[in-house]
């Protein structure tokens, strides 16, 4: 039987140098995978209640966005308020109608204007993006600046 000798101890060295090495290759890694995500749309949208309700009311008057499917759930019309949009490009009327009723010259915003989309339930979504699209701002082609509306959407109940 061997008896250790309590005055002599194995001294357990770390080597930090491999260490921060790894650490500085896992920083570098991950610098360079960073992704800088620009924000797709920053509206306010306020979904209708649960309870079939629309979204509680504002002081100033809404908008009213009617989208209307057709055959095969392509867009049929776009009414807004109780006049239609006739024509090839919709979206950009109603972006016109909006720009003429917020009066956009004040700068971006500035509008408190609240916008009531009332799309049919068969109609496809995509009809839906581009009506807030449409309605929440645009591209300046002078300074190449987006440009806000109207930030705050809300649906109305589905009617089936």
Do not use: C, W
Request: no cysteine.
């Amino acid at each position: 039987m061997k008896i250790r000798h309590a005055d002599r101890r194995e001294q357990i060295v770390l080597q930090m140098t491999p260490m921060i090495d790894i650490v500085f290759q896992l920083l570098v890694f991950f610098v360079f995978t960073f992704k800088i995500v620009l924000p797709e749309g920053d509206f306010n949208i306020r979904m209708p209640a649960a309870t079939g309700d629309s979204a509680d009311p504002s002081e100033t008057p809404v908008i009213r966005v009617r989208l209307r499917a057709g055959e095969n759930r392509d867009l049929a019309a776009v009414e807004v308020g109780d006049a239609p949009l006739t024509g090839a490009n919709p979206f950009g009327q109603l972006q016109a109608r909006v720009r003429g009723m917020v009066d956009d010259s004040a700068g971006p915003g500035t509008s408190e204007q609240e916008v009531e989309i009332d799309a049919d339930y068969e109609l496809r979504y995509r009809y839906v993006i581009d009506a807030i699209t449409a309605i929440t701002g645009y591209i300046d082609p002078a300074t190449g600046e987006q440009v806000k509306l109207i930030d705050k959407v809300r649906f109305a109940p589905v009617s089936r």
